[in-house]
Structure formats: structure tokens, C-alpha cells
């Protein structure tokens, strides 16, 4: 194992004094301790004294140390070692040991080959060159990781660290359900499952956190991911059918919210009329009509079409801030709006049809809806999704 040099600069601590006493009766650990996550550092300095109460002997340790992790796929750490500078030396059983402990952190564990009677009174420190800080966790990669307080978030790609399942499937043969990740519904999983048959969509969970699952207990009315057999896709990505009078519901109204500004990105390919999604009749975002959203009883724009595979963003920002944008380019800009409070006593939620029948229309990937102007993140967000989606 190579040496991990000890970088020049000013030390600080990292981790508080602590202290501990041990009975050197026999050859035994005499104590350990972690350092967790959130208190590793690229460079780190331990230091250790220790004196026995008899004989007086001393010992202590300065250990500089080089952490890393090996990377997002492998979250184990691994530690490169400095010689262990032994500022004094009076009993040569001690030694200290230093030791990833997998992706959990870093042991310290102090050993003595022997024993004496008595005891020794530790006191141990961390250290880092405050220079070299880093957090040594991989950098947020995930969308609502990178910009999260979304409202709602549904996809079949897995948007926020923690996220498990992403969607609950209905297979056509024998009406059996069962929950998929994201990796699930693209490995096989999910068409093993199904088998020759199709597979409809019972639930598309949420993913932002709130608990505002989209879903649909009728089976008529369920969108179809899985056709005889094969995944649904949409420019080569699994997606969710819409067409007919499918629609998912969100009952009593769980997209409550205060009076707010409204930001939506939506993956979608529209064969014809369509209501991406109805807040409890009180703001829809639309495409293939006359108006591009709808709040309250008004409406703003003149429309945006029906296209093949698109990105379709819409900001409903008040008074007259409003935009929509397709594939990353301007279609609408100084749109009305006025800031909607929806009551827990409106009309369900729903994606893919309003509150008076479904639309006729075509797949839909990913449906994001921020409470919130996020105009500032526009270009980030948008960038973003299209990285995944290769759509622009």
C-alpha cells in the first residue's frame, strides 16, 4: 500500500476531543471508534495518547490518512495510509489500526499484543487540512436531487435518491399487480411478468416525496405500458399510453396547494387532443386546443399543437409572466395567470383527461409539476431532461 503524504496547511478539527478508559488486563482490543459519512474527509489527521495509570508509560499516534471512494457504482471506501508517526513510544504492544469499514466509513481500532495490570486513559482526535475539504459522496445526479420541492413527479426513470418503485403494473392474463423500479421496467422484469400479455398502469407513484400517487383502479380506464409482450416505448424509452379515455386519478384533490405560481415539464408524443394533466378543475395544461392552460375559469395562449415526441414546458406565473416552450425553444411568453388556492373540497386531480371525459392522445414518459416559478432553473431543468430523453 502506498503512503498517503501529509499535506502542508493548517489543521482543524474534525471530530471532537473524546476519551475513553480501558482495563489493560490482557491482549484484547482496547477500543475502536467510526468515522461515519459525514465526518470523512480526502485528507485526515488522527492523533492518539494514551497513559497507563501504573507504569506511566505513554504512547501516541499521529496517522495521517488519505480517504476516497472508489466510485458511484462502488460506494466502498478505501483508505491509503501514512507511516504512523509515533510521538512518543514507551510501550511497543500498542498499535493502532485504520480500516475501511465497506461504504459504512472508517474503523480506528487501537490493539495490545500483551497487557498490564492497571489502566490507560485514552484521548483521540480527527483532524482536517481545511484546504482540502471535500464531501465524499458522489455529487446529486438526479433530477430531484439537483432541484427538488416539486409538487408531484412521475416517471419511469428514478428522479430522487431513495426512490424505489416507480410505477404498479396490472398484467392482462390473470389481473395479478406487482410494484417495479425504474431498472425493473427495462431489464425484463417487467415483461417476464407480464409474459406474452399485456400490462396496464394501476399506479404511477409519485416521486417527489409528497405522496401523491397517480392511480386508476378501473381497468378500462388504466394506460397500457406493455403491449403482447413488449414494453411500450416512445422514441426508444419506455412511456405510458394514454390513448382513449385512459386517465390516472389523484382523489380528493391531493395536488392542494396555496395560492402559487405553477411550473411544469412534461415528456410527451401526442397523437391528438390532449389534457396533460387537471388540478380539481381549477388549472389544466393542454395541447391540440385552443388555449395552451387553463386556471380558474380563463385561459392563456393560442395552443400548442400536437406533435411526435416533444418536451412541452408551461409556467404559469402571475400576473402576465406566463411561457410555454417546446423543445427547449420560446412557442408563448407574457401569458395571464392568476394564483389558484385549491381547496381539499375541489374535484379529483387527474393526468391525462379533465374533469368531463378523456381526450384523445398519445404516450407520456415523464410529468413534473413545481408549486413554484422555476424559471431560473428553466434552461438546467429542461437540459437535464433532454439528456436523458435525447430529444432535441
Not at 484484547?28 to 507504569?55: A, P, R, V, Y
Not at 384523445?360 to 409539476?369: A, P, Q
Amino acid at each position: 500500500m502506498r503512503d498517503a503524504y501529509l499535506p502542508v496547511g493548517l489543521y482543524v478539527p474534525l471530530r471532537g476531543r473524546a476519551s475513553t478508559t480501558h482495563a489493560d488486563t490482557g491482549a484484547k482490543s482496547m477500543f475502536s471508534f467510526t468515522l461515519e459519512e459525514d465526518q470523512l474527509f480526502e485528507n485526515i489527521l488522527i492523533t492518539i495518547t494514551g497513559e497507563h495509570s501504573g507504569s506511566k508509560k505513554r504512547v501516541g499516534y499521529q496517522i495521517p490518512c488519505m480517504v476516497v471512494r472508489r466510485s458511484s457504482d462502488n460506494p466502498d471506501y478505501s483508505v491509503l495510509l501514512g507511516s504512523q508517526s509515533w510521538m512518543t513510544d514507551e510501550d511497543p504492544d500498542i498499535e493502532v489500526i485504520v480500516a475501511a469499514n465497506g461504504d459504512a466509513g472508517v474503523v480506528v481500532l487501537a490493539m495490545d499484543s500483551s497487557g498490564d495490570a492497571g489502566q490507560i486513559d485514552w484521548v483521540y482526535q480527527v483532524w482536517t487540512l481545511d484546504a482540502r475539504n471535500f464531501d465524499p459522496s458522489p455529487a446529486p445526479s438526479l433530477l430531484l436531487d439537483l432541484y427538488p420541492n416539486a409538487r408531484v413527479a412521475y416517471s419511469l426513470r428514478k428522479l430522487k435518491t431513495g426512490v424505489t418503485s416507480v410505477v404498479r403494473i396490472r398484467r392482462s392474463s390473470d389481473n395479478a399487480e406487482q410494484d417495479f423500479t425504474a431498472d425493473e421496467v427495462t431489464d425484463g422484469t417487467l415483461t417476464t411478468f407480464t409474459g406474452a400479455n399485456d400490462g396496464f398502469v394501476v399506479t404511477w407513484y409519485d416521486q417527489s416525496g409528497g405522496g401523491n400517487d397517480a392511480t386508476q383502479s378501473t381497468a378500462s380506464s388504466q394506460p397500457q405500458i406493455v403491449s403482447a409482450g413488449s414494453v411500450i416505448l416512445d422514441n426508444g424509452l419506455p412511456c405510458l399510453d394514454f390513448l382513449g379515455t385512459k386517465r390516472l386519478i389523484l382523489s380528493g384533490a391531493q395536488l392542494n396547494a396555496s395560492a402559487s405560481d405553477f411550473s411544469t415539464y412534461c415528456v410527451t408524443g401526442s397523437t391528438g387532443a390532449m389534457t396533460i394533466y387537471d388540478i380539481a378543475s381549477r388549472i389544466q395544461c393542454v395541447i391540440n386546443r385552443t388555449y395552451s392552460y387553463f386556471y380558474d375559469v380563463s385561459s392563456s395562449g393560442t395552443g400548442l399543437s400536437n406533435a411526435a415526441f416533444s418536451l412541452l414546458e408551461y409556467y404559469m406565473l402571475d400576473p402576465s409572466s406566463g411561457a410555454t416552450y417546446r423543445n427547449g425553444t420560446l412557442i408563448e411568453s407574457s401569458l395571464s395567470y392568476t394564483q389558484q388556492t385549491i381547496t381539499s373540497s375541489g374535484a379529483d386531480s387527474r393526468i391525462g383527461s379533465n374533469q368531463i371525459s378523456g381526450r384523445e392522445m398519445g404516450k407520456m414518459s415523464e410529468l413534473i409539476v413545481y408549486p413554484s416559478d422555476q424559471t431560473a432553473n428553466r434552461s438546467a431543468i429542461s437540459s437535464s431532461i433532454n439528456s436523458h430523453y435525447s430529444i432535441y
